[in-house]
C-alpha cells in the first residue's frame, strides 16, 4: 500500500521548504519572539499562547482589518493597531490585552458595539455554544449591555441558495464569508450591500448579474435574486463566526454541545477531505470540514457536508432479502439463510464463471475483500471496479503508471509553476482539487493549461489557457500540441488525467509517453472516493493486490503466500473488464454475477448492463440503498454506509484516508459479508474486520513484481460529424443524480442547471439562441435541453453526464465522443418506419 | 454688518479665487485671457524632476485637510518602474462645512485642469482623474466643458503642445458616498468595486489605482500649481506662514453676516476672518466654531485669536482641516449641532469597521432621546466612552470624524447637556424620532 504522508516524511527532498533566514525578533507582552517577516502579529502571538480575541481574522483569507476587535497597543504608534493587519517589524514591542490597559479597553469597547446591534438569540441559535462571538463575550466583554436603544431588525432568514439561510441581524459583517467567496471559491454571488449600520450580506437582486430583475436594472422584487450559486457555500456556514448564515439541513436541528464529534473522511470523491461528522442519537446531523492543511485545508464541497442523507434514506436496505422461487419477489430472510443461499449460488454459479462488479464507494478494505473473494472463493480475476466507461488500455495504465504510484501531492500543485489538465473538469470531479489550484494560481504562480472542448466556468477561475480539444482528440493533442508539451516542459510541471481519457483510444498512452518525454509528474485523478484503493486492493482484472500483474508468475506466488492459498491456485489468465463482464453475462455466458456499489446507469451501456443482470445465472448484491441492481438480485445484503464503519480512503494523490466509525451500528461492512459467504463455501477471507485486513495488508511484503510498461495505443481517427451532427462532449456535475445524493431535494437545489451547450456556429445552424430547446440524440433515444451558447470547439455538443433530464448513458447509450444527432426543439413523434429503418 | 477695516481687507490674497468674480471665467477664451494655461507652457519647457524640485521648493501642502506635502508626495511615485501612473484628483467635497473645491471648479474649471496636466507631466502619468462628488452637477458639467475645451485647444490628448507629453483627462461622478472622499475608498470607487477604504499598505504611491503608482491630491492643492509654476516657490512662500505657506480659502458659514470662501494666506485668525465676513449677525455672540469642517476637534470664542494655520490649529488641540469654519452663535445648541452632524457620520458610515458601523448608530439613537428630553445622566458617561471606543479605533478617520464633535462639546458644553437632562431645556425632538429600528 502507498502512502503520500509516509513519502513526504521519509523523503527529505519534499515537502518542508528551505528554513527562511528572514526572521525578525520583537516582543509581545514582554516576551522576546523571533517571528518570520510578513509574519502577522496576531499569528506570531498566537504561536506563543497568547490569544487575542478575533473576528474578521482567518488564517486562509487575506487581512481585511474590519471588525476591530484584535487591537493591540505598539510602542511608538499612537493609535491601538488591528494585530490581524499588522506585519511584525524588527525591535517591534506590542502589548496585548494582557499587559495593556489601552488594547484591553479598545476590545472590550469593540466587543461592547458588536453586541449592540446583536440579537442576544443565543437559545435559540444554532450557533450558540460554538459561537465565537458568544466565547470572546464572555471572556473580553462586559458583564452587562449599557445599549439601551431599540435594535436593527430584518425580515429573517432569507435563502440565498436552498442550502444556506442567513439571519442578518446576527451578522456583524466581519466579511468572513464575502471573502471566502471571492478569494477561496471564486464564486462572488455574496457581497455587501447597503451601507452604515444597513450594511448587510446578500445576494444580488438586479438584472446586472444575470438574475431576472425588472429589465431596467432595478430589484425585481426578489424575482431577480441570483442565489449563492458556489459549490463551496458551505464553508462560509462553518466560518461564519456567529450564527448568521446557517444550512437548511442543520437548522434548529441540534445544540452543539449535545453532538458527538468524530472525525472521518469523505466518501463522495478521489480528493480525500478530512471531515468532521457530529451525530446525536443515532444519527449524524452535520458535517464539517475537517482541518487538514496537507489535504483540504480547512475546505470541503458542498456534496461532502451535505451529502450524507443516504445515510437515513427510507430506501435504505436494513435486511438481506432474497428473491422467492414461488412469487419471483425479494423477501426478508435472516442472515444465515441468505448467505447459505448466496454461497451455494456461487459456488453452482462457479462452473460457468463469476463476475465481479464493484463500485467507487468502496473502502480499500472492502475492495480488497472482494479482490481475495474473486481469486480466493471464486478462482476468477473477472473483477472491475470500474463502474463506468473504460477501456483495455486503461486497465495497462493503472498497473503501469497508477498502482502504488504517490508521485503529486496537494502541496506540489500549490507550488507547480504549470499544470496541464486534460479528461478532468477539477471544479466538478475533485473539487478540493480546483480550490488547491486556485490557491496556486492566485496566491503562487500555478499556471493552467486546460484541454477541454471549452474553458469551463471552473477554469476560467483558475485562469486557465485552453486547448480546445474535440472529444476523442485529446490523444492526438497530447502527442503534437506545442502549447502543451511547452506547459509541461517547465521544471516542476503536473500533468493531471482525469478518468474520463479512458475513453479515448490513445489518450492514456499519449499522456504517459508525454510525462516521459517531458519530465512532467502525472498524476490520476478518478471521480469516486473508491477507486484509487481499489486498484491497490486488487480490483482489476489485470491486477493482483499491490499492483502485481496476474500474468506474472512471482506477483502470483506472493499472493499465495500472503493468502496462504496452494502455488498455482491463483488464476494466471487476464480476467474480464467491466465491459466484458457484462457483456458474456449479457450474451448469457456467466454463471453469477457479484455486485457492490454499482449503478447499472453509470456503465458505458446500461441497458446492456440491465441484460446482463438478468441474464447472469445468479446475481448477489451488496448494497445500501434499492437500486436496479438489487431489483433484479436473487441475493441482497445490506452493508455499512461509511458512517457506520472503518476504513480507509485512497484519495487521487495515493494518501491514506482511514477513519473510525462514526455511528456504532450493527450494519456490517462488505468485507464481513464477503468473508461470511466465503466460510460457507469453505473458504477462510479473513476479511470479517477491518484491523485483520489492514495487518494483512501491512504484513505484505513490497512485490518484486515488474512494473508492466505503459500501453502505447495508437490515437483513434479524429471523429467527423455529418450535417446535423456533433460530437458529443460529457461529464458529471458535482450535484447530480449520483445514487448517494439521489433524493436529496435541498441538495439537488444547489445542483447547476442542466443545459447542452453548443458552438455559436451550431446554434447559429440550428437557429437557436440562449435558453431555446434543442434535442441530441442517437438511434436508442434523445435528451432535450436548454441551449447554453457557449465558447465551444465548432462541432461539439456538451451534456451534462447524469443530470435531471439528462441521464446520458442510459437515453443515449454512448458517451464522450460519439457522434449525436442535433435538432432544433422538441423530438416530434417517433415513426415506426424510422424505428425499424 | 460691519465693514472691515482696510488692515484687514488687505489680508485677502486672492489667487486661486482670483477669476471667481469675472464674468465667464470657466470659458477657455476667458481663462485663456486671464493667465491661463501660461504656467502649462512653462511647465512643459522643464523637466519633469525640476516641476517635483519647484513644488517642494514651495512648501505646498496638501489642501484636503491633511496637509502633506505635496512635492514629497510626487516624489514617492517611483519613475522607471514600467508601470502607468495616475493622477487622481479628489473632488469628493463633502465634509459638512466644506465649500472651497466646488466654487472653484464651477467658476474657475480651467484652472484645475491645468494644474492636473502639469502635476500629470510631473509624475509621469498619461491618465489622470478628477473624482467629483456626485451631486455636483453643475461643477461637473463646468468640468467636462473645460476638459473638452482643453482637448480641442489641443492642452490635452495627444502630443500636449507638442512637448510629446500624452494626457487624458476623466471627470468622474461619484455616486453620493462621503467616504469616498477617503484617498483609498475613492480608488476603489474610481475602479468600479464598492467605496470602503482599503488597507494600507501598499499606500496608493505604490499600489493605488489599478494597483498602480497613484497621487491623489485634493482639488485645491492641483489648482495651485499653476500659480507657483507662473510666480515660483517665492512669491508662493510670501503668503502664509513659515511651515504653513501659501494663501488658503477659507469657507465661513454660520451667523456671519457674509458667509463665503475669504482667500487669505495661511495664518490669519478667526477674529480677522469674521470681520471680513462683515461680522457676527446682529444678536449673535460666538459660542463654537470648526476650524476645518465638522470632523475636526470644536474650538470655542477663546480661540478666536489662533493662526489658521496647521501649527496653530494643532496647538489649540484642533485640526486645520479643509479651513471650513462653521460658526455657532450663543443663540445656537452644541448639543443639537453635535446631533444633527452624528445623523449626517452615521448616514455616510460605509459599514467596514465595527466602531464606526455600530457606534454612530448607538450615538446617534442616545442623542435623539437627550434631545427629545429623555436623557440620563449615565447616557453622558455612556457617550463619551463609546466616543472614545470609536475614536482611534476605526478603520479609516471617518469614525475619528464622528466622534470629534461629540467629544468636544462634552468637553465644552456638559452644561447644555445637563440643562436637556434635567429639564432646563425643552425638548428639541419629539418622542416620535425614538421609533422605529433605523
Known amino acids: ?837 | 454688518m460691519t465693514q472691515p477695516r482696510r488692515e484687514i481687507l488687505q489680508k485677502l490674497t486672492p489667487v486661486l479665487t482670483k477669476r471667481w468674480l469675472s464674468p465667464d471665467a470657466w470659458k477657455m477664451e476667458v481663462y485663456e485671457r486671464l493667465d491661463g494655461y501660461a504656467a502649462l507652457r512653462k511647465a512643459l519647457d522643464v523637466h519633469p524632476d525640476d516641476l517635483i524640485q519647484l513644488i517642494k521648493d514651495s512648501g505646498l501642502r496638501g489642501r484636503g485637510g491633511a496637509g502633506f506635502p505635496t512635492g514629497l508626495k510626487w516624489g514617492f511615485i517611483p519613475q522607471g518602474d514600467g508601470k502607468p501612473h495616475y493622477l487622481v484628483i479628489n473632488a469628493d467635497e463633502g465634509e459638512p462645512g466644506t465649500c472651497k473645491d466646488l466654487p472653484l471648479m464651477t467658476y474657475d474649471p480651467h484652472s484645475l485642469v491645468e494644474g492636473a496636466i502639469i502635476a500629470a507631466y510631473a509624475i509621469r502619468a498619461n491618465r489622470a482623474f478628477i473624482y467629483i462628488r456626485g451631486e455636483a452637477v453643475h461643477a461637473a458639467r463646468r468640468l467636462r466643458h473645460a476638459v473638452a475645451e482643453a482637448k480641442a485647444k489641443g492642452y490635452l490628448g495627444t502630443n500636449i503642445l507638442g512637448s510629446g507629453f500624452d494626457l487624458e483627462l476623466v471627470v468622474h461622478s461619484g455616486a453620493g458616498a462621503y467616504i469616498c472622499g477617503e484617498e483609498t475608498a475613492l480608488l476603489d470607487s474610481l475602479e468600479g468595486f464598492r467605496g470602503q477604504p482599503r488597507l494600507r499598505p501598499p499606500f496608493p504611491a505604490i499600489a493605488g489605482l489599478y494597483a498602480s503608482p497613484t497621487v491623489v491630491n485634493n482639488v485645491g492643492t492641483i489648482a495651485s500649481v499653476p500659480y507657483i509654476v507662473l510666480g515660483g516657490p517665492e512669491w508662493w512662500k510670501s503668503m502664509g506662514t513659515e511651515k504653513s505657506s501659501g494663501p488658503m480659502i477659507y469657507s465661513l458659514s454660520g451667523r456671519i453676516a457674509n458667509p463665503g470662501q475669504y482667500e487669505c494666506g495661511l495664518g490669519i485668525t478667526l477674529r480677522e476672518l469674521i470681520e471680513l465676513a462683515g461680522g457676527m449677525q446682529p444678536g449673535h455672540n460666538l459660542k463654537f466654531w470648526t476650524p476645518g469642517g465638522s470632523s475636526t476637534p470644536l474650538l470655542t470664542a477663546e480661540h478666536i485669536d489662533t493662526a489658521m494655520d496647521f501649527e496653530g490649529v494643532a496647538a489649540a488641540g484642533s485640526i486645520l482641516g479643509t479651513t471650513a469654519m462653521q460658526i455657532f452663535s450663543d443663540q445656537d445648541c452644541p448639543v443639537y449641532a453635535t446631533w444633527r452632524w452624528l445623523e449626517f457620520y452615521h448616514h455616510e458610515s460605509c459599514g467596514k469597521c465595527t466602531p464606526c458601523r455600530e457606534g454612530n448608530y448607538w450615538m446617534v439613537r442616545t442623542y435623539r432621546r437627550i434631545l427629545s428630553g429623555e436623557g440620563t445622566h449615565q447616557d453622558l458617561d455612556t457617550l463619551q466612552d463609546t466616543a472614545d471606543n470609536i475614536f482611534g479605533r476605526s478603520f479609516c478617520g471617518l469614525g475619528d470624524g464622528a466622534a470629534t464633535p461629540v467629544m468636544s462639546t462634552l468637553k465644552f458644553f456638559r452644561q447644555d447637556y445637563l440643562d436637556y437632562i434635567e429639564g432646563r431645556t425643552a425638548p428639541r425632538l419629539s418622542a416620535k424620532a425614538l421609533v422605529g429600528a433605523h
Not at chain 1, 446583536?118 to 463575550?137: I, M, R, S, V, Y
Not at chain 1, 442578518?168 to 455587501?192: M, N, P, V, W, Y
Not at chain 1, 481499489?534 to 506474472?552: E, K
Open chain 1, 1 to 837: 500500500m502507498t502512502d503520500v504522508a509516509k513519502k513526504t516524511d521519509a523523503d527529505p527532498n519534499r515537502g518542508g521548504k528551505p528554513k527562511d533566514t528572514n526572521s525578525v525578533t520583537l516582543t509581545i507582552d514582554g516576551i522576546q519572539v523571533t517571528a518570520e517577516k510578513g509574519e502577522l502579529v496576531i499569528r506570531v502571538a498566537e504561536r506563543m499562547g497568547i490569544a487575542i480575541p478575533r473576528f474578521c481574522d482567518h488564517p486562509l483569507l487575506a487581512p481585511a482589518g474590519a471588525c476591530r476587535q484584535c487591537l493591540v497597543d505598539i510602542e511608538g504608534q499612537r493609535k491601538p493597531v488591528a494585530s490581524c493587519t499588522q506585519t511584525v517589524a524588527e525591535g517591534m514591542v506590542v502589548k496585548t490585552q494582557l499587559t495593556s490597559e489601552v488594547a484591553a479597553k479598545a476590545q472590550g469597547g469593540v466587543m461592547e458595539l458588536l453586541l449592540a446591534n446583536h440579537p442576544l438569540d443565543c437559545p435559540t441559535c444554532d450557533k450558540g455554544g460554538e459561537c465565537p462571538l458568544q466565547n470572546q463575550a464572555m471572556t473580553n466583554g462586559r458583564a452587562d449591555s449599557r445599549f439601551k436603544e431599540h435594535k436593527r431588525e430584518y425580515e429573517k432568514p432569507i435563502h440565498i441558495s436552498s442550502q444556506v439561510l442567513l439571519d442578518r441581524e446576527r451578522c456583524i459583517l466581519c466579511q468572513r464569508c464575502t471573502r471566502f467567496s471571492e478569494e477561496i471559491a471564486g464564486d462572488k454571488f455574496i457581497d455587501l450591500m447597503d451601507r452604515s449600520s444597513g450594511e448587510q450580506i446578500n445576494v444580488y437582486r438586479d438584472d446586472f448579474f444575470g438574475g431576472e430583475g425588472t429589465g431596467d436594472g432595478q430589484a425585481g422584487d426578489g424575482e431577480g435574486d441570483v442565489p449563492f450559486n458556489s459549490y463551496f457555500s458551505g464553508n462560509t456556514i462553518q466560518i461564519c463566526p456567529v450564527g448568521a448564515l446557517t444550512g437548511e439541513q442543520y437548522r434548529f436541528r441540534a445544540r452543539p454541545f449535545d453532538l458527538v464529534s468524530t472525525t472521518t473522511a469523505c466518501e463522495h470523491c478521489a480528493a480525500g477531505c478530512s471531515m468532521r461528522a457530529d451525530h446525536r442519537r443515532g444519527k449524524v446531523l452535520r458535517r464539517l470540514a475537517g482541518d487538514d492543511p496537507a489535504v483540504n485545508e480547512e475546505w470541503n464541497c458542498d456534496k461532502g457536508r451535505w451529502g450524507f442523507q443516504y445515510q437515513v434514506a427510507t430506501d435504505r436496505i436494513t435486511t438481506p432479502l432474497l428473491r422467492d422461487a414461488r412469487t419471483g419477489e425479494l423477501r426478508e430472510v435472516s442472515w444465515s439463510e441468505a448467505l447459505l443461499a448466496a454461497a451455494e449460488g456461487l459456488k453452482a454459479a462457479k462452473g460457468a464463471g463469476v463476475g465481479v462488479l464493484t463500485g467507487g464507494r468502496l473502502t480499500v478494505e472492502d475492495a480488497y475483500a472482494y479482490a481475495k473473494f474473486a481469486r480466493v472463493a471464486l478462482g476468477t480475476n473477472d473483477v472491475d471496479f470500474r463502474s463506468r466507461p473504460l477501456s483495455a488500455e486503461e486497465a495497462d495504465f493503472l498497473a503501469s503508471s497508477v498502482a502504488g504510484v504517490a508521485d503529486v501531492t496537494y502541496e506540489d500543485v500549490e507550488d507547480a509553476p504549470s499544470a496541464v489538465i486534460v479528461g478532468l473538469e477539477p471544479e466538478e470531479e475533485c473539487p478540493i482539487l480546483f480550490l488547491r489550484m486556485r490557491k496556486g494560481h492566485n496566491r503562487k504562480k500555478l499556471q493552467v493549461t486546460a484541454v477541454a472542448p471549452y474553458l469551463s466556468r471552473g477554469f476560467e477561475k483558475l485562469g486557465a489557457a485552453l486547448v480546445a480539444a474535440v472529444p476523442g482528440d485529446e490523444a492526438r493533442l497530447l502527442a503534437e500540441d506545442p502549447a502543451i508539451a511547452a506547459a509541461l516542459s517547465v521544471p516542476g510541471a503536473l500533468l493531471f488525467v482525469g478518468e474520463r481519457l479512458a475513453t479515448v483510444p490513445g489518450g492514456l498512452s499519449a499522456a504517459a509517453a508525454l510525462a516521459a518525454r517531458t519530465g512532467a509528474r502525472l498524476a490520476w485523478v478518478p471521480r469516486r472516493a473508491g477507486d484509487r484503493g481499489a486498484i491497490d486492493a486488487g480490483c482489476l482484472p489485470n491486477l493482483l493486490p499491490g499492483g502485481r500483474p496476474v500474468s506474472d508468475p512471482a506477483a502470483r506466488a506472493e499472493m499465495s503466500i500472503a493468502w496462504k492459498v496452494e502455488a498455482g491456485a491463483l488464476p494466471s489468465t487476464t480476467g474480464r473488464d467491466t465491459d466484458a463482464i457484462v457483456a458474456a453475462a449479457a450474451a448469457g455466458q456467466l454463471g453469477g454475477l457479484l455486485v457492490a456499489g454499482v449503478d447499472p446507469g453509470d456503465l458505458a451501456d446500461p441497458r446492456l448492463a440491465e441484460q446482463a443482470l438478468d441474464n447472469a445465472g445468479f446475481v448477489v448484491s451488496l448494497e445500501l440503498r434499492h437500486s436496479a441492481v438489487t431489483r433484479r438480485a436473487d441475493v441482497v445484503f445490506p452493508v455499512a454506509p461509511a458512517a457506520e464503519k472503518s476504513g480507509t480512503f485512497l484519495d487521487w494523490e495515493g494518501r491514506l484516508r482511514s477513519f473510525g466509525t462514526v455511528l456504532p451500528s450493527t450494519a456490517m461492512t462488505d468485507g464481513r459479508v464477503l468473508e461470511a459467504i466465503g466460510a460457507l463455501m469453505e473458504v477462510t477471507l479473513g476479511t470479517g474486520d477491518v484491523m485483520t485486513i489492514r495487518r494483512e495488508l501491512g504484513a505484505m511484503p513490497v512485490s518484486k513484481a515488474v512494473r508492466p510498461v505503459a500501453p502505447a495505443v495508437a490515437a483513434g481517427p479524429r471523429p467527423e460529424p455529418g450535417e446535423q451532427e456533433a460530437v458529443l462532449a460529457t461529464w458529471h456535475q458535482l450535484i447530480d443524480l449520483g445514487s448517494m445524493t439521489e433524493g436529496d431535494a435541498v441538495l439537488a437545489g444547489t445542483a447547476r442547471p442542466p443545459v447542452a451547450r453548443i458552438g455559436r456556429e451550431l446554434a447559429a445552424t440550428l437557429g437557436v439562441i440562449d435558453g431555446d430547446a434543442i434535442t441530441v440524440g442517437t438511434d436508442r433515444g434523445a435528451i432535450t435541453l436548454p441551449a447554453a451558447i457557449t465558447d465551444l470547439a465548432p462541432r461539439v455538443v456538451w451534456l451534462p453526464t447524469n443530470s435531471p433530464g439528462s441521464a446520458l448513458r442510459r437515453s443515449l447509450g454512448v458517451t464522450a465522443g460519439a457522434t449525436v444527432r442535433l435538432s432544433a426543439g422538441r423530438p416530434g413523434p417517433v415513426l415506426a418506419s424510422e424505428v425499424n429503418s
